[in-house]
Nanobody, 118 residues
Framework: VQLVESGGGLVQPGGSLRLSCAASGFTFSSYAMSWHRQAPGKERELVATISSTDSSTNYADSVKGRFTISRDNVENTVYLQMSSLKPEETAVYYC????????????WGQGTQVTVSS
């Protein structure tokens, strides 16, 4: 099982970035996918989720209207489009795959650094 995030980098406040998470080694379409982030000295927090069934989405209040999560079940990839980025959103962004079937299956990527700074 692999989740490989990409697309992070340095962006100015107010700028945009698109993160990608390429999945392999499991049935991607059967898993709910999510993005999380962890800033230095802080706990990891949930940013956005997208379901496996109807691709319904949910967002943390702090990113609603600015971030969009989407998935491509052909390319086995989940995306996070981020706009109007703020310095306090500097963090390592992680991709997660989760499924509950008899037991919980839970996989994480290695993370990609997003730095919002002028």
């Amino acid at each position: 099982v692999q989740l490989v995030e990409s697309g992070g980098g340095l962006v100015q406040p107010g700028g945009s970035l698109r993160l990608s998470c390429a999945a392999s080694g499991f049935t991607f379409s059967s898993y709910a996918m999510s993005w999380h982030r962890q800033a230095p000295g802080k706990e990891r927090e949930l940013v956005a989720t997208i379901s496996s069934t109807d691709s319904s989405t949910n967002y943390a209040d702090s990113v609603k209207g600015r971030f969009t999560i989407s998935r491509d079940n052909v390319e086995n990839t989940v995306y996070l489009q981020m706009s109007s980025l703020k310095p306090e959103e500097t963090a390592v962004y992680y991709c997660n795959a989760r499924r509950r079937y008899l037991r919980i299956y839970d996989y994480w990527g290695q993370g990609t650094q997003v730095t919002v700074s002028s």
